[in-house]
């Protein structure tokens, strides 16, 4: 990308568009939280929730309109995965800097629109990968990394739930961008690229397991390295008995039994910077490899370090948390998974020789 002419002095003026689940329990409070940037304007058709929460907040009930607000630096999309590539291309030639929740858009062509767009523009773009900042994740990266269990034979990640009924909700609708693969996949394929790069293939196995689904509530994918194997596992069946990280290496194993617990303290209303703000109290076990379980500590979880990183990244020589290219390579994974499941047959990756440079 071209270099990007930096903003106006801070604090960054944030329009936030969505404010849903994820726009509410994530985006919102992390952007409020974060030092040089103020959340400004939220586009949403229910203002009451908004200002019950913000009341200090412009609220637009128009996504078109808000994010070519004259006042705003930085768009933030957080409405359905169908809109992220139309509302992040208007946004784009609105002049504005661009921040994309997962998944980026609905296929890699979408995305490389964007891409060419926010490069035509100069302006920045960034996709909101925040399980990079997850306690689980941390814990099993700092000890791959030392060396814990040698190297890696099998990496298996879960972000498994129980939700046996079908709700009636947009990511439960079968419309393009719904589905647990689209929801989850992007976290767990996210994950394993910065763990171990691109995979020279992918195997894919995505289906409808409960009953009245009406899109994918089950996905089990494995991504294919020449000397090792990472499989990704969602579902909504699974009640318990699920490991969120299972690692096998020559030396040893590591197994981080539950999951990071940012998501629900931004529920419960435990905001950045509290005291408990992103601790984590399950350890990681530690298996030698003459079988002896060790304990390790799991260090605390920060999402909130995405949003200072884009401060920072729009500060002079401030790098892009999660990279147009980096978000480009987690579509191609996913779509590779969609076509194996699919085809029955295995897929690689459909990126250019340029692009699997740039990761």
């Known amino acids: 990308m071209s270099q990007v002419p930096l903003p106006k002095v801070s604090p960054l003026k944030v329009a936030l568009i969505g404010y849903g689940f994820v726009g509410k329990t994530f985006h919102a409070p992390l952007i409020a939280a974060t030092q040089g940037l103020e959340l400004t304007v939220i586009a949403s058709s229910d203002s009451q929730k908004v200002h019950h929460d913000y009341p200090d907040v ?8 808000a994010v070519t607000h004259p006042d705003i630096d930085i768009v933030v999309i957080a409405s359905p995965n169908s809109t992220h590539a ?10 504005k800097h661009v921040i994309v929740d997962k998944p980026f858009t609905l296929d890699l062509a979408e995305a490389r629109e964007l891409i060419q767009v926010a490069d035509h523009q100069q302006r920045f773009l960034s996709v909101f990968h925040n399980r990079r900042w997850d306690s689980d994740y ?3 990266k700092h000890a791959i990394e030392a060396g814990k269990i040698g190297e890696v034979a099998q990496f298996e990640s879960h972000i498994d739930r129980f939700r046996p009924e079908v709700r009636d909700r947009w990511r439960e609708h079968a419309q393009p961008g719904s589905g647990l693969w689209f929801d989850i996949g992007p976290h767990l394929v996210d994950q394993a690229l910065q763990l171990f790069g691109l995979p020279d293939t992918v195997d894919g196995n995505i289906s409808l397991l409960r009953q009245g689904a009406k899109i994918d509530d089950w996905a089990h994918v494995v991504l294919n390295y020449p000397k090792h194997r990472v499989i990704l596992h969602c579902s909504m069946l699974a009640a318990g008995g699920s490991l969120r990280f299972v690692v096998h290496g020559h030396a040893g194993s590591l197994v981080k039994r539950e999951a990071d617990q940012q998501e629900a303290q931004l529920v419960s209303g435990l905001r950045p910077g509290s005291s408990e703000w992103g601790k984590d109290g399950d350890e990681l076990i530690h298996y030698s490899a003459q079988g002896e379980a060790t304990y390790l500590p799991t260090p605390a979880g920060d999402q909130s370090r995405y949003y200072q990183g884009i401060v920072d990244a729009l500060s002079p ?6 990279t147009p290219v980096e ?10 998974a969609v076509k194996a499941s699919q085809s029955g047959a295995r897929q690689s990756l459909a990126l250019t020789a340029e692009e699997v440079a740039q990761f």
């Open 58 to 65: 412009e609220v637009i009930a128009s996504p078109e309109q």
């Open 86 to 95: 139309p509302l992040a291309k208007r946004a784009l030639l609105a002049n």
């Open 138 to 140: 941390l814990v099993i």
């Open 317 to 322: 020589g401030g790098k892009n948390p999660v």
């Open 327 to 336: 978000a480009l390579a987690v579509m191609a994974v996913i779509e590779a």
